[in-house]
């Protein structure tokens, strides 16, 4: 195997990639050069970080931006496509993987590392999906996974690991949960989530107030949709990241957005994971609302097939695929009808689309009453139910 | 067209099927007998509508009960699909159609009758539904369906031709909804509702109340599952419809199971829908519950799958078919595994399943944890990876 | 309902239409204006087309070239997308539909007409494709359908009809089959074919020459693909149309292209239909085989479900709907990888892809053989295996 | 790691397994047991296996004839479904595997061993196919797979490590060609086939004549189908193996089933593959044409739908899986309708349905043609094209 010289370790500034600094250095003798990615994880997160990253040896620590490019060019396209993973999960973490990885691999690049490494474990997903956008956009660079590869294995042996070594580290000896945060959402794993017969705790939640302890008065909000994509929230025209900041700040007050749920991770088993998605829940009832309104029973239809389709290739970390393409173009192709607005009621952990409107729409006052049109004639339904129904008449018939 | 003798209707004791009685006996010179399904409307509906019928001039009435029969034979199995109808509807309506025309031909077999009649308007689905299985059950019989034939096209206009013929009618001129009822739910049409821009007013909802009005306490309720069905709420062990009828009371007071939707017509039009299934929103929290424990992956996408097709299939009333045969043998594979026990919380017009576990759970704190175990050795990640990552980097190599 | 001043007749020149021409004259007192779609169906049916149609009473016949636009706009983008009807039907006449509506339609704008007419039988698919299309591109205009409203049912009467008239028809009393043709394809139907017992005798087909007749050498031709499209045969650089016509050239002599099936119509019948596309056969051939080399294997399944899609939408006319544009935007993600060349071996009734190249390929020699390699570590096998059956290990544990 | 007493090896008697049997005693110190599957590959390849085995080192070879057992229980479920891999391949090895795995895994019950092995190399199919059965069927059962494990690889490194052990073995030590026959097929790999660009030569094929060499004669050959089960030929009842050898025989003179196509395989590469599956290809043609006469459009286009998903999941070797009833439960549900007679004609490499009748045929000569009758008034087709192109033209009027 060929040595490596210089490293980029996507860095968090917790407690495991603060220690896979020094173990790269150690195990590969190598540079490490630290990538921190932006996505919204809140700057208490971000705080001091790029001072850490030295601190535990990194020779240079670069921290990007990618709250706006993630939200315009890998969730505002994947709500295109109308995805949920299993009925349930907005894919807050799977969507963030691919720009993380692509805004390291051209940081890679920059520098002139002929290595990656992640601080991901060896039996979730984000393994898999950093590593697969790595395979497609840089698989000339080797990839180091210290998790595969070490034999830490608590965050006790991690923390004597940085001791040893006079690293400072702010992190506990205990954590209950295994958290991730993005813009988008964040996730809740372990303590006693693992027992699918326990009720998650409220110290499980961070980003939303609970239910119960919600306002008793329920709020309106308003959001405009310009093919496919919010671009207003209360008649005020924000960018993308800009929307989701602050229906994330109004839907959480409502305790809007809480999942708990046992999944299917790519790798085989199954894993429970809470999550709080505030704003994008709100995001996708306004944009299943202009649906309704836009998309006729055939093409509705067909998106559910897409969408079913996209949620695993985004869960699974197929982004940059060929296959990716071919959904999105699908998908794209109905966001080009999916104008209007939506007004979504928050009460008490639900947001309800309660009103909707589109320039687009197909419904009609007109056509769907009973009074008499010109488009649509009563007579037109005997004949409509004589085909729709012949292929059964003539087995009947033939019995 | 050859003379009719004997027409069996299929009778609701309100004003449209009312005026159809003397209507049919006028229009085709023949004996009307009247058919009524109690498939759980409700005691009220039911209330004298034999001896309505007979006032209106049916020359026999036959009330049948076929509660139990629907949500064993036709409900329980539309479950075990996991369909939902363009992401929200529970099909309430649909999976009353096709027992319905069921027993209908059966007392028209009955009867010696040769033909068979219905009210349902000719804009909308149930006429399709209704005669899409009359055309695979008795070809043979004629259908008429007034409401394509007649001028009558109003509720005045009804109530004047009822009361022509010194038929007494309890029917007040003006009614602002079209609603329909039976044991999973009740639909609500027509008034405010026909703009989607307009909130439903409270007074639409008759099944379940306000979640503002919902207690401030939540509430658990146990469901057990043996192969994909509801056997016993709470512990008890029930009749299906029984099942039903608790979980409807005890969800309707939490405000749980409201949907308000624009939907698309099998006749090629939109709607606007409110629909209220309680104790059905219950019942399906528990089973998707179920579900994330006992199906893999591959087999959840599946179910995905065919959930899509059997929606529609009950949407458009094709359930006297051969594709409904061949989705129900794949539902009813995976069904066998589908055993356990799931808590959902009721709150303020929610139902979460907060509790799940399975003797067919896939789910395995051990497994998913991130010590170690027998079934699943780190390292083999790598592999995996490389393997399902490698067309990937075959063409990114290949570039 | 509103008088006709002016309909444009989609017309043919054959007997159906020539009677239609009085027919619409009589029955509606208007002026019509004909219309011929040339989509390669042939010189001989072409000749003295106008002069036929002014003879039947035309006010006017404009006859318009469109088999450039169809190659180009409609049969390579559903080429694209792999489709094919039930497993067997190549879609040609399915594909003719649209391009022919829809110049019709421009003909009727031009012409300030307010009505459309077809010769399509009212048992068929052609009339729901027309008036589909018609539907969608010129809602405003009124559509007659000879066929469903007259009481001419037979060759004789329709002679008679115009003898009557005394409008000159060299077109005989008997005529065994109906046949479509176009530039794609010929399709026969009627006379024995009515019988799917019957084994089609050699009179019905008229495109290819029977495989027992053709040459004992096995012929060779060459396709050259950019961006799913066949672009040039043998070398030589043709436009859509001269590709398909050199192909069909070639195809004919070996017998390449019969197919002869009992198929679904869309009015819920089936009928048994012959059909020859020869130079469409060697095109599907060798799409089919760039396939082979470029699409990953998620990909190819993503695409088979696509096409399945596709086929029922071309075959059923719903050519000008947003579900059209959605596939074919899925389609062409894909098709911009579909560049190479492949040589097809023709032989007694076969198109068999014999070699195939593409700068895209995906295939390579280096990979696949048993070989070491630096893409391919054999030990990663292992753990792609353990996680790809770990719901089966789990499952299989847990028992 | 657990010391292995004893292993039971699929064995084939090829050069392969015959060095695994001393590499594994020598290796992990245990008895081994050979396994020699009876597929229907042949007496030539059966011929002395039980000695060879012994000879090599072998404890106890057992033979156990799977021939009929694999044509009733896999090959014909799977046609049930209507299946073919990536439009072509007809998936002989895929089916094998899963029988042999679990024939292996009852001989190991019943000798007792504690782990399997077999002999697939580490770049292929085959591997994952026999270790996901073995993993639902035998989870605790270690698995060795000595092509992943040793350094063994050539022809002559494999001699030499038999020769030095004085190992009797009659292979040559150039082999062109890796192939593997069962009764349903013979595959071909490697040569000149690595080369796409290059055309297979006469000597690939083992199993069927080529076209060329066929006779110039059609023959006829009848098929019996019985709910989707091939149960005589010309008239001759037979059993599943009978019926598949009977057809083999027929169709190999005329040169029917050679296809030739690059796949992708389920580890990440893409392969070239020549098969022949003269007998299977029959089967598929008629299995298709009485499909043609009994299933209705919505059941055909589902029935593709899960052909799609099943093709998959044999070729990635998921037979024993909730996903594999799941399928089948819906294949079996049409199978039941599948009966009929068919006549193909093979000629110069072709199998063409020319006759195909069934009881249960929703085909009728006297609806699909122009005449009257009762089930079909050609005015009908006026409503069902005004209701079926609504939503189109509600889509034009609103622009």
Chains 1, 2, 3, 4 share one sequence.
Not at 305 to 325: I, M, N, Q, S
Not at 362 to 380: C, N, P, R
Request: glycine fraction near 8%; proline fraction near 3%; charge should be negative.
């Amino acid at each position: 195997m060929s040595a490596i010289k210089k490293v980029v370790l996507a860095y968090s500034g917790g407690l495991d990639t603060s220690a896979i600094v020094p173990w790269l250095k150690e195990n590969y003798d190598c540079e490490v050069v630290a990538f921190v990615a932006d996505v919204g994880q809140g700057a208490e997160e971000l705080e001091g970080v790029e001072e850490k990253a030295i601190d535990s040896g990194a020779s240079e620590c670069y921290v990007v931006d990618l709250k706006e490019q993630m939200v315009a060019e890998y969730i505002y396209p994947t709500l295109k496509t109308g995805c949920v993973y299993e009925g349930t999960y907005l894919l807050g973490t799977s969507m963030a993987r691919p720009i993380i990885a692509k805004a390291q691999v051209e940081i890679a690049r920059k520098v002139g590392a002929d290595a990656l490494s992640h601080g991901c474990t060896g039996k979730g997903n984000d393994q898999v999906r950093f590593e697969s956008c790595f395979a497609a956009l840089a698989p000339d660079l080797k990839v180091i996974a210290p998790w595969r590869e070490w034999h830490l294995s608590s965050r006790e042996s991690l923390l004597d690991y940085l001791a040893q070594r006079d690293i400072p580290c702010a992190a506990s000896a205990t954590k209950i949960y295994s958290r991730d945060a993005n813009a988008w959402h964040i996730s809740h794993e372990g303590g006693e989530l693992e027992d699918p017969w326990c009720q998650p705790s409220e110290q499980v939640w961070t980003m939303t107030q609970s239910p119960e302890q919600a306002p008793n008065e329920a709020e309106l909000v308003t959001l405009t949709i310009q093919r496919g994509e919010v671009v207003a929230v209360n008649g005020e025209a924000l960018s993308p990241y800009q929307c989701l900041v602050k229906l994330n700040d109004i839907a959480a007050v409502h305790g809007v957005g809480r999942v708990d749920i046992v999944e299917n991770r790519l790798v085989g088993m199954k894993s429970r994971g809470c999550y709080e998605t505030p704003g994008g829940t709100v995001m996708m009832a306004a944009l299943q609302a202009i649906d309704e309104l836009v998309l006729d029973k055939a093409s509705r239809k067909w998106k559910d097939t897409f969408a079913l389709e996209f949620a695993h290739l985004v869960y699974d970390g197929r982004w940059f695929t060929p296959l990716k393409d071919s959904i999105l173009g699908a998908a794209n192709a109905f966001a080009e009808h999916a104008n209007g607005e939506v007004v979504v009621k928050l009460y008490k952990g639900q947001a309800i689309a309660v009103q909707k409107q589109s320039e687009n729409s197909l419904y009609s006052e007109d056509f769907a009453t009973f009074g008499e049109d010109d488009v649509y004639d009563q007579s037109h339904a005997e004949g409509f139910i004589r085909l729709f129904s012949l292929s059964s008449r003539i087995a009947a018939l033939k019995k």
